[in-house]
């Protein structure tokens, strides 16, 4: 049976005749054009069907897109992963704990660098894109925990963007159009709940029910600071696009190999830099990243030797039914 049959029918078999919300998923190998499918209604039990070339809220899949801007900066001999972070931002030092001055940018992109998960409720509810405003209230108290212990952290993807913010003198989603997304051709990248037509919005759980969000919604997104660490949305078929970037010498893409390798080395809690990084996998070694702002639920999937990239995203958060359909559709990638 043709892959692409084989593949939507076990996609069509899982998803059911008539889906609630709305589900994509995708794949591509090698230098192939990415094959899409899409199912289900733009809100919740809605009448209106998801269009094949929808963006989709990615969540913390960003993070692979702030660590690669990192290391294109660092590539460019902008900056270096393993010299404390305070020398990019002098007119911070004296705020600064020496804590935070001595962290490096290799451990924040690594989820190593004592930092907490999240910022405390009163920071989270303020908006816009000053991250300065937002940091310096947390790097003035010591780091939380201890440095070189994995805990995932949206503050540290946060610092992070920050960084190549005051080095560049551009703000971060202005690096990401101009220096990734422009190179790659991914045209459908954009920021915050996507808003194009016939597109899937999120959809938040209210006193146990899921409503859908509009995009021009206070509640649609997290706050734009949070952007370097889950602010990302773009079509399926480029998401599979920025996968295949991943693959280095078969699909040339913004980093040297070189550099793909040492994001795609496991560290700490079997992180790297920008990936989680499963070497054990039943199909094939393999990186990936999931993300989601509670609204909407995403997995991009790559497996380097195979030249395989599969993708799943959903416009509600259904981590374990969306990880369930993905694993049911890659062992069709791999015995065909």
Known sequence: MPIQQQFAETFTRNIGPRPKFATAVAYARGTDEPFVLTAGPTVKSGTEMVADDAAWHIGSISKSFTATLIMLLAQDGLLSLSEPIVQYLPQHADQMHADWQNITLQQLLGHSAGLMANAPPHLMRQSGHDRASILSNLWKQPTPLETGQ?????????????????ICQSR?????????????????LGFGAPDHPQVAYGHQSI??????????????DNPKWMGPAGGIHLSMADL??????QLGDIVPGVLSDETLQLMQ???????????????????APVIWHNGS???????????????????????????????AL??????????A
Do not use: C
Request: hydrophobic share 40%; proline share 8%.
């Open 293 to 323: 702002n509670t609204m909407w639920y995403a997995k991009l999937w790559i497996a380097p030797e195979q030249q395989t990239v599969t993708a799943i995203a959903t416009n509600v958060f259904a981590p374990k039914q969306s990880d």
């Open 172 to 188: 971060w989603d202005n690096l990401i159009q101009t220096k990734i997304a422009k190179p790659l051709g991914l045209n459908s």
């Open 326 to 335: 993905l694993d049911q559709l890659t062992p069709d990638l791999f015995m």
């Open 207 to 220: 006193l146990g029910f899921k409503r859908p969000i509009p995009p021009d919604h206070s509640r649609s």
């Open 265 to 283: 080395k496991a560290g700490p809690g079997d992180y790297g830099l920008g990936w989680v990084v499963d070497p054990q996998h039943a199909q």
């Open 240 to 245: 599979i696009r920025w996968g295949q970037a």
């Open 150 to 166: 994995f805990v995932y952290s949206n503050i540290g993807y946060v610092m992070a963007g920050f960084i190549a913010e005051t």
